[in-house]
């Protein structure tokens, strides 16, 4: 089984450029969500989907957007990307909220 | 979320047992307590969860007290592998899963 599969695994952009972080699940999860991991520091939600077509903001959600148009696919867009948005990055699903979530090896992004 | 506390790193050596302690003093009746640990830098991995009776799987058990303020993570043989950065997270919903510090568990020889 895949499970959650992130992708690419590490990129570097410029300040300024845009780009769309991949995240699927080939388990037929209707929760999905966004977090990104500075160093030294626990997993900050930046934004979650109860099931496709619904989105909704988590903790730190300026400047990223996110659609699911499907049920496997949450993609993360940076717009524009800025210095401050340099970590790590880990996508999750799970069947239900009260269940265990099953994350993504991570995309490390630095934004020069 | 319930607030949890947890010590920032805890030693313990190999073939013994490491007991995690967590306190969420502000659960409410019908918030979960999770745990997740953190390998290095990879994605965090569900050990167990529970709300009032104790829990095993076959990671894990989880020991929660009777008022519920209080948990402990029971690894019952550690081996190397099983250092790595342990959360315990009390969430009063899915948009609220939020990892704390955590406790780093150095297991050694």
């Known amino acids: 089984n895949a499970g959650v599969t992130q992708t690419p695994k590490f990129q570097v952009l410029k300040t300024g450029q845009s780009m769309t972080l991949q995240c699927a699940q080939d388990?037929?999860?209707?929760?999905m969500s966004w977090y990104r991991q500075d160093p030294g520091m626990g997993l900050r939600l930046i934004h979650y989907?109860?099931?496709?077509?619904?989105?909704d903001q988590g903790e730190v959600p300026n400047g990223y957007n996110v659609s699911r148009s499907t049920t496997e696919d949450f993609p993360l867009r940076l717009l524009s990307a800025a210095p401050s948005q340099t970590s790590v990055y880990f996508c999750?699903?799970?069947?239900?909220?009260?269940?265990?979530?099953?994350f993504g090896q991570g995309t490390r992004l630095t934004v020069v | 979320d319930a607030k949890t506390t947890q010590p920032t790193s805890m030693d313990c050596a190999e073939g013994r047992a490491a007991n995690l302690p967590c306190n969420h003093s502000?659960?409410?009746?019908?918030?979960?307590v999770y745990w997740y640990r953190q390998i290095h830098s990879q994605g965090p991995q569900y050990i167990i969860h529970?709300?009032?009776n104790n829990e095993t799987n076959e990671m894990a058990s989880l020991i929660i007290t009777e008022d519920r303020k209080s948990s402990t993570l029971i690894l019952p043989h550690a081996t190397l592998r099983d250092t790595a950065v342990y959360y315990c997270?009390?969430?009063?919903?899915?948009?609220?899963?939020?990892f704390g510090k955590g406790t780093m568990l150095l297991v050694s020889p």
């Open positions: 989907s109860v099931g496709a077509g619904i989105t």
């Open positions: 388990m037929n999860h209707e929760y």
């Open positions: 529970g709300l009032k």
């Open positions: 997270i009390a969430p009063s919903g899915y948009s609220t899963l939020t």
């Open positions: 999750a699903s799970s069947s239900d909220s009260d269940t265990e979530a099953f």
């Open positions: 502000t659960i409410s009746g019908n918030e979960y």
